[in-house]
Each structure stands twice: as C-alpha cells, then as structure tokens.
C-alpha cells in the first residue's frame, strides 16, 4: 500500500512566525502535490513537484513556498505565517503525469496561526 | 479552465436509503474522474474513478459512470450506512502534465440510524 505521511496533524502557530510542513512518501513516486482545504471551497492546489528540486506553482502559491531536496520528502514552507493561511493542509502523490495515475493523499495537517 | 461542480449539501439519509450526488465537469481534453471520501478527522482516500467514457468505477458498494454526453460522474450507492457519513469530493484530472486534480467543493453526507 502506498503511504503518505505528514509530519503533524495539529499545529499551532503564531502570526509572523516560519512554517515548515512536512511530507513524506514511500512508493518512489516521481510528482509530490501540496493541496489546502477550507469549508466551502473544497481543495485548492498550492505548489506541485514532479522531481528533485523541481517546483511549479499551483492556483494560489501566494505566501508559500516548497523544498524537494529528496524525491521522497516534499516540503511546504509558510515564510511568514499570517491568520489567513489556517486551514488544513494535504500533501499528496503519484507515480506518473497521466490522467490515469491516482493521485495518494496523506492524512492531514491542521493549521492554526494565532 | 477545468471545474467540477458537485452538490454541496449537507445531505441528510437515513439508513438504507438510495444514495445519489451529483457531478458535472468542464474540461480541456479529455480527463479522468475519481471520487474520493474523506471520513471525520482523516485525509481524502480514493474510493472510485473512470477513466474513459461509459467506464464505471465501482467500491465498497459505490458506483459512478463517466458519461461524456452530458459531462457528468454522478456517485450511487443502493442502501447506505451510517458508517458511510463523511465529505464525498468529485475531482477531475486531465494529464498532460502534473498539474494537480481538480476538485468539487465536497459533499457532506450524514446518514441517520
């Protein structure tokens, strides 16, 4: 079974500070995807990676930014957290780029910035 | 651009009932459809997809038919459970590039005894 694991199910954070959210997978799959969640507006795509130290911005990159060092970590930074970035946070992955690949999600991180 | 527009809800069942939540697409090219379920508290998990027209994607007693002629992946379930309360998510995804899914709003499910 593929499994996606994220380094924190609850932060708490406050204003201004540096975030970093985890992501971890271990099927050696090439493309990594950072996704948040907020009620009303289902899952929003932030920043994908489809190798090492590769990145491409999502819908709403604004406020973020990613690191992929290893192909099997890919990580969300929050330069500076602000109220507006609470929400939960979904990493995910998949082995190819075409339509038929599934895309495997992990379980989670819920943001709060204070 | 791509969308997906599903049934937001919430969806009130009770136990036994038919079960059935919209989705409709837009897209560029020709994707494929997935649903996925995200129970209380946890990530999404793929509970179907199709990947061609006329395909059916079937799980755990769900079912869902891609119908190109009327863009549509509307999800069934003959007789639900309580167990199956959770958000249900309509995504597409076109390929060509790793460019993420595109997701519905969700549908929040609730199934009473």
Redesign the interface.
Same mark, same amino acid.
């Given at each position: 079974d593929v499994k996606?694991t994220q380094s924190s199910r609850y932060l708490v954070k406050r204003t201004g500070e540096k975030v970093f959210l985890e992501c971890v997978q271990d099927m050696d799959h090439?493309?990594m $995807?950072w996704?948040r969640q907020d009620p !009303?507006? !289902? /899952?929003? /795509?932030i920043y $994908?990676? @489809?190798d090492v130290k590769m990145k491409?911005k999502? +819908?709403i990159p604004e406020g973020y930014s990613v690191s992929r060092e290893k192909k099997e970590r890919f990580s969300l930074i929050l330069e500076s957290a602000s109220t507006n970035q609470t929400s939960m946070y /979904?990493c995910?992955s =998949?082995q190819g780029? !075409?339509? =038929? +690949? =599934?895309? @495997? $999600?992990?379980?989670?991180t819920r943001l709060t910035v204070l | 651009g791509n969308s997906v527009t599903q049934m937001e809800g919430p969806v009130t069942l009770s136990e036994e009932a038919f079960l059935t939540i919209n989705c409709t697409y837009t897209a560029t090219g020709y994707p494929s459809l997935f649903w996925y379920v995200q129970y209380p508290g946890e990530g999404l998990q793929l509970l179907l997809k199709a990947t061609k027209a006329d395909d059916k994607g079937s799980n755990k007693g769900f079912e869902a038919t891609y119908r190109k002629e009327t863009t549509s992946f509307h999800l069934e379930k003959g007789s639900v459970q309580v167990s199956d309360s959770a958000v249900y998510f309509c995504a597409l995804w076109a390929g060509g590039g790793a460019d993420g899914l595109t997701f519905g709003k969700g549908t929040h499910l609730i199934i009473q005894p």
């Amino acid at each position: 079974d593929v499994k996606v694991t994220q380094s924190s199910r609850y932060l708490v954070k406050r204003t201004g500070e540096k975030v970093f959210l985890e992501c971890v997978q271990d099927m050696d799959h090439e493309n990594m $995807f950072w996704y948040r969640q907020d009620p !009303g507006l !289902g /899952l929003r /795509l932030i920043y $994908f990676s @489809y190798d090492v130290k590769m990145k491409e911005k999502g +819908d709403i990159p604004e406020g973020y930014s990613v690191s992929r060092e290893k192909k099997e970590r890919f990580s969300l930074i929050l330069e500076s957290a602000s109220t507006n970035q609470t929400s939960m946070y /979904l990493c995910a992955s =998949t082995q190819g780029r !075409g339509r =038929t +690949d =599934t895309q @495997y $999600f992990g379980p989670g991180t819920r943001l709060t910035v204070l | 651009g791509n969308s997906v527009t599903q049934m937001e809800g919430p969806v009130t069942l009770s136990e036994e009932a038919f079960l059935t939540i919209n989705c409709t697409y837009t897209a560029t090219g020709y994707p494929s459809l997935f649903w996925y379920v995200q129970y209380p508290g946890e990530g999404l998990q793929l509970l179907l997809k199709a990947t061609k027209a006329d395909d059916k994607g079937s799980n755990k007693g769900f079912e869902a038919t891609y119908r190109k002629e009327t863009t549509s992946f509307h999800l069934e379930k003959g007789s639900v459970q309580v167990s199956d309360s959770a958000v249900y998510f309509c995504a597409l995804w076109a390929g060509g590039g790793a460019d993420g899914l595109t997701f519905g709003k969700g549908t929040h499910l609730i199934i009473q005894p």
